[in-house]
């Protein structure tokens, strides 16, 4: 049986594209009518059991959010303002040894802030930061890291750092940049002369 999906409805919008039926995997989008404000996410996708996220809907009228959101152990940056508009987005950073789950991008929707993530301990702990090829640490003066906290790394010559750095300690695992090769010289002007000769002895 070939998986389907009925047409959402959203009153006071429309919805991108406009069909009958829609097959597994099909996305639709949505828009409000001029004066109304979406509520809820722009698209959805259709799967066995319905469609995901669930349709918004379109208010003539939406909440501002008042405050910043309180979050234990965690703290909230952006813009400082005393009312925040529907749709303005903050993120949000867990306290070092503590674990954010779930999305630290945070919106204003309709007056209530979501999703809201939460900050829980992170018992694991690393070790001395490993050494790495053509590279080192710096300032690492402890044998013991907790979740979050960061270690700066640098190259020796002719080695340029590509990746996380400062490293930092996650879920008892650092996650550490690399040292690699500089790229050689551009190449000279030798290089390009049996092709210039061929282009003006083509023109």
């Known amino acids: 049986i070939a998986i ?19 097959q597994h995997n099909m996305v639709v989008r949505f828009n409000c009518n001029e004066g109304f404000t979406r509520v809820g996410s722009e698209s959805a996708q259709c799967y066995h059991f319905g469609w995901s996220p669930q349709p918004p809907i379109c208010k003539e009228n939406v909440k501002p959010c008042p405050a910043l959101p309180i979050i234990s152990h965690g703290r909230v940056t952006g813009e400082s303002k005393a009312v925040f ?33 939460s900050c829980v301990e992170e018992v694991r702990t690393c070790g001395s930061p490993p050494t790495i090829k053509n ?8 044998s013991i890291y907790r979740h979050g906290d960061t270690v700066e790394y640098r190259c020796q010559q002719r080695s340029i750092i590509i990746g996380t750095n400062p490293a930092k300690c996650l879920h008892g695992q650092w996650e550490i940049p690399s040292c690699v090769g500089k790229l050689e010289a551009e190449p000279s002007e030798m290089n390009f002369r049996p092709v210039l000769e061929y ?3 083509y023109y």
């Open 85 to 117: 508009q529907h749709g303005d987005i903050l993120e949000v950073h867990c306290e070092i040894s503590f674990a954010l789950y779930g999305s630290k991008i945070i919106q204003c929707v309709d007056g209530e802030w979501a999703p809201l993530p």
């Open 199 to 201: 282009i003006s002895i």
């Open 135 to 142: 590279g080192f640490f710096v300032n690492a003066e402890s």
């Open 4 to 22: 389907v999906c009925k047409t959402p409805f959203l009153e006071n919008g429309t919805i991108n594209p406009r069909e009958d039926i829609f």
